[in-house]
């Protein structure tokens, strides 16, 4: 049990290096991440570790976490201004035009590629695209961020086309880190479901490593593997724009068959889905 805890405790340290260099660069002190590491231990506690059919109690995550029940009343009851709500904004708001360009068919050529839409117009333009997809966000709005981050570029005749499938930002670290702290979240979350799950519901989690490789090739195999990680991106997004496509359709065509008053059983929603891809080195003294 205690070897088992050591290697816990290693593999935390390991994770928690990068994380602490971000912290220390945005100015967050220990007391400030003591502060959220305790919001996050009750609220992963009440999430995931509630006894079945039993009303989970302050004794009870006093238990679980080692805080006080004083410190458990606090944190429960106290405003959630440790950790952010989830809002709308611009990331979000880029990111569902962008997956709205790659599904909808007014959006789509004959081969199911995303086309240059004009910049204004009814039917098939970018003000509609964003209409449908940016919740109450300007046209002009998206437009100035999507042009920002080079993921559209605006044409002579005044047509929009999309160059990049996902939204990137460029410039902006606190933009960057939500962008990361997606990711990482996203990734941590396969791993840990790996832990727990049984090995049929596993998830896909692969990586290739080579060791004392020269720079030179360090350098060439980077190019190498951005361009054909991008290649099977585009291929996953352009996979799942059709599958979306194609269920929403027939969704539309069982509601309108649907005469005798039933309602149709939907299928369960999953919020999220993907696959991630990226690249990495280390050297000795990282």
Known sequence: MEKRKSIIIRAIRHILDPLVRILLRFDISHSEFAEI????????????????KRKMTFSRVSVLTGLTRKEIVRLTKAEDNVIPKKTKGSVNRATLVIGGWLQDEMALDNNKQPKALPLKGEGASFETLVSRYSGDATARAVLDELVRVNAVEVQNDN??????????????????????????????????????????DARFQREVVY?????????????????????????????????????KKNNKKNNHNNDDGKENKKSKKIERVGVGIYFFKQNSED
Do not use: C
């Not at 360090?218 to 290649?231: I, T």
């Open 37 to 52: 590491a305790k919001r996050a231990y009750v609220d992963i506690a009440y999430k995931h570790f509630s006894l079945p």
């Open 159 to 200: 047509k929009v086309k999309l160059l990049l499938h996902a939204y990137i930002p460029k410039t902006d670290e606190v933009e960057q880190l939500e962008l990361v702290s997606k990711h990482t979240g996203d990734m941590m979350g396969t791993s840990i479901h790996n832990i727990i799950s049984k090995k049929k």
């Open 211 to 247: 060791t004392q490789v020269s720079e030179e090739i360090v350098k060439e195999f980077q190019k190498y593997s951005d361009r054909r990680s991008m290649e099977l991106l585009k291929e996953f997004s352009q996979w799942l724009a059709e599958k979306s496509a194609l269920d």
